[in-house]
């Protein structure tokens, strides 16, 4: 924690709610009286929503998964510096829909590029600004990428074409469920599983169980 704000991450693989669920938890927080500087990746700032307009529409493809890597992790200094520490300067929580677990599971553990060089890069640019909580929706790939293709003609027209990583196949989206459930295992004590199936409210019920905990101990 860089300063006396709380950093919370969501993460998971594409339609397992996370957006949904990070602005619920916002909106929790808020009533509550917090300050809440709710945020995404990538995106965050206007670079970085330049930067997601470029990967998600496969822009950045033709050049492969390292340089996409390159390209979220760019995005990603410029939301820190931007965004993220000064809010958690002034002693704000910030929530992100995606961060750095997500680029260690998109083009690490899936894509392929070498684990210990995105670990670098992640050292020097997150340093001490690591999540103090994050949160893996996780759910069967055949109910979230129905989800998915629902969220993609609700927000783009029924017929939209879906984004890069929503148009994998099946079998990369059940890599990436086990990349992020084994990102999990390796850091029990900041990364939650929370099951994802049922009611938006049922999953938001079980993110608050959890989080309650974790406020508790923080205490």
Same mark, same amino acid.
């Given at each position: ?128 600004? =690591? *999540?103090?909580?994050?949160? #893996?929706? !996780? %759910? ?7 989800? $998915? @293709? ?36 390796? =850091? *029990?004590?900041?990364?939650? #599983?929370? !099951? %994802? ?7 938001? $019920? @079980? ?13």
């Amino acid at each position: 924690m860089m300063g006396t704000g709380t950093f919370i991450t969501f993460e998971g693989g594409e339609g397992t709610g996370k957006s949904t669920q990070a602005r619920r938890l916002a909106e929790y927080l808020e009533a509550k009286g917090e300050t809440v500087v709710l945020t995404r990746e990538p995106g965050g700032t206007a670079s970085g929503e330049i930067v997601r307009r470029i990967v998600l529409e496969g822009g950045a493809e033709p050049l492969g998964v390292l340089a996409e890597a390159v390209l979220m992790n760019a995005a990603r200094s410029d939301h820190l510096e931007k965004v993220i520490r000064p809010a958690l300067n002034a002693g704000k929580t910030v929530i992100c829909d995606r961060f750095s677990d997500s680029t260690i599971a998109y083009q690490g553990i899936v894509g392929g590029v070498d684990l210990d060089l995105l670990k670098q890069m992640e050292a020097v640019i997150v340093g001490d600004t =690591a *999540p103090d909580v994050t949160f #893996v929706l !996780d %759910a069967p790939v055949s109910q979230t990428l129905l989800r $998915a @293709r629902r969220e993609t003609n609700r927000t783009s027209g029924k017929g939209a074409t879906p984004d890069r990583f929503e148009k994998q196949d099946k079998t990369i989206h059940e890599e990436l469920r086990k990349a992020f459930l084994a990102i999990a295992l390796q =850091a *029990p004590r900041r990364v939650h #599983v929370i !099951d %994802a199936t049922g009611t938006p409210e049922d999953v938001f $019920a @079980r993110i608050l169980q959890v989080y309650g905990k974790v406020a508790e101990k923080a205490a």
